[in-house]
């Protein structure tokens, strides 16, 4: 059982940052693949970024278009912690952030499927606006 806790989100102006932290439970979680996702208000859990296990592709991450070359994903195994950071923050940026945890591989479009994921944060808000 993993359990994810989501922190970091607040309101910040357009063209800013942001790093949020996805904390988890278990002494095994450098051994899942972490998915961050974000759901604005009126639209679907999108996909955001992914960051590989140390068992099956260590290093790998993963991202969607809309936040290629913005956003960076890491992780701290030592602290059980993965990260996003977000730059050039836009206002459509703006959603509830959530992370998620699989134990098994992510590759390709698995990423991005929701169904995939075992575990789920419960979120933190991201509000982009001047």
């Known amino acids: 059982q993993v359990q994810l806790v989501e922190s970091g989100g607040g309101l910040v102006q357009p063209g800013g940052s942001l790093r949020l932290s996805c904390a988890a439970s278990?002494?095994?979680?450098?051994?899942?693949?972490v998915g961050w996702f974000r759901q604005a208000p009126g639209k679907e859990r999108e996909f955001v970024a992914g960051s590989g296990s140390i068992t099956w592709n260590p290093g790998n991450t993963y991202y969607s278009d809309s936040v290629k070359g913005r956003f960076t994903i890491s992780r701290d195994n030592a602290k059980n912690t993965v990260y996003l950071q977000m730059n050039s923050l836009k206002p459509e940026d703006t959603a509830v952030y959530y992370c998620?945890?699989?134990?098994?591989?992510?590759?390709?479009?698995?990423?991005?499927?929701?169904?995939?994921?075992?575990?789920w944060g419960q979120g933190t808000q991201v509000t982009v606006s001047s």
């Open positions: 998620a945890a699989e134990p098994g591989k992510m590759y390709g479009s698995r990423w991005s499927q929701q169904g995939e994921y075992d575990y």
């Open positions: 278990g002494r095994t979680f450098s051994s899942y693949s």
